[in-house]
């Protein structure tokens, strides 16, 4: 897939709003002829931008995109993160491990749109352009990657209750070890990688989705019951206010979860437990487990009551389903 030059960027921003521009208009803004305008817009649909070209009226944009404000965004961040911001990537989960580490505070990798966006267990996370929330933070953890049990349960508390703050009653819970749904319906998930040593420094890189205004167009490849926070809030913000909040929450976490772990989360992890009480069937490798969810120890392994006794199921290439 293409890059998206500076003439594409103008271009979007141009139609932005969702109203039609004609081919002149568009083609004296950029210094460009109608035909190159013409071409440049049928590109623009490779990022899963949907336009419509009407005779007479010009071009418009199916749906108007809210693009992200990265000045407004690091302002928020102030001096607890460095933000980097991109139009389009492959991953911001990428982008973060790629940089030379270990890091020496919070970096947070935020794009409009992920070409190859990536999902737990080798699967492919859907990021149309400025549809939804895609980014990554890299942030430094002493003690290792046994000081990481309950990271992503832990990042999943404070998205919730990012959602929260900005829509108190919206029924949020967490599905275990890293889904964020809304009656039952996917709106989100966390993807942990790490970068580093052993038993040293560890960098870790915790990406996060959450969908914000998709079409089912846009989302016809994923297999699941989706939502997005168009569909839940009472008033969607605008998607520079959503990472802001979201970010906030996690940058005000991070310290707390290197210096206590998960216990200091535990609580409030049990309050957004989608399957506590729930029968559940966990794959994890060759192994399936069946039994009642009866929620999750300190170290963020998954509590499962069967026949044969209470068994503990550690996140990572595992898959949950509620039956
Ligand atoms: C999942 O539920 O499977 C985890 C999805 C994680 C997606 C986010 S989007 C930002 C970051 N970059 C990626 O490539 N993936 C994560």
């Known amino acids: 897939m293409s890059v998206l030059k500076e003439a594409d960027q103008q271009l979007i921003r141009l139609l932005a709003d969702g109203q039609f521009r004609s081919g002149s208009e568009l083609g004296e803004a950029l210094g460009i002829s109608r035909a190159a305008i013409w071409k440049r817009v049928q590109r623009l649909e490779e990022f899963g931008l949907a336009l419509e070209s009407v005779k007479g009226k010009g071009y418009r944009l199916a749906q108007p995109v809210d693009l992200i404000d990265p000045l407004s965004l690091q302002a928020t961040l102030g001096d607890r993160a460095q933000l980097h911001y991109q139009w389009v990537t492959e991953s911001t989960n990428a982008d973060a491990l790629a940089i030379e ?4 505070g919070p970096l947070v990798f935020v794009t409009e749109c992920q070409t190859a966006g990536r999902g737990r267990r080798g699967r492919q996370w859907q990021s149309p352009f400025a549809a939804n929330l895609y980014f990554s933070i890299r942030f430094p953890v002493s003690g290792g990657f046994a000081a990481l049990g309950g990271l992503s349960l832990a990042v999943g508390v404070a998205v919730a209750q ?15 070890p ?5 009656n039952g319906a996917k709106v989100g998930g966390v993807l942990i990688e790490l970068a580093g040593e052993m038993d040293g420094q560890v960098d870790v890189v915790i990406g996060v ?14 297999d699941q019951a989706w939502t997005d926070l168009a569909s839940e809030l009472a008033d969607m913000p605008p998607r520079t206010t959503l990472a802001a909040c979201v970010l906030s929450r996690l940058l005000e976490m ?8 998960f216990v200091a989360f535990q609580n409030d992890f049990d309050r957004y437990d989608a399957v506590r009480g729930k029968l559940v069937q966990v794959q994890s490798g060759d192994q399936m487990i069946l039994g009642r969810a009866v ?3 300190a170290d963020g392994a998954l509590r499962v009551e069967t026949p044969d006794g209470v068994r503990e199921v550690y996140g990572g290439e595992v898959s949950l389903r509620v039956r």
């Open 101 to 104: 580490g270990p890091v020496s």
């Open 295 to 297: 929620g999750v120890l």
């Open 209 to 222: 989705g959450v969908n914000g205004r998709m079409t089912g167009h846009q989302a016809r490849d994923i």
């Open 178 to 182: 890293n889904d964020l749904q809304i």
């Open 162 to 176: 990012a959602l929260q703050e900005l829509d108190p009653p919206l029924s949020v819970t967490l599905k275990w």
């Open 254 to 261: 991070l310290p707390h979860f290197s210096q206590h772990g």
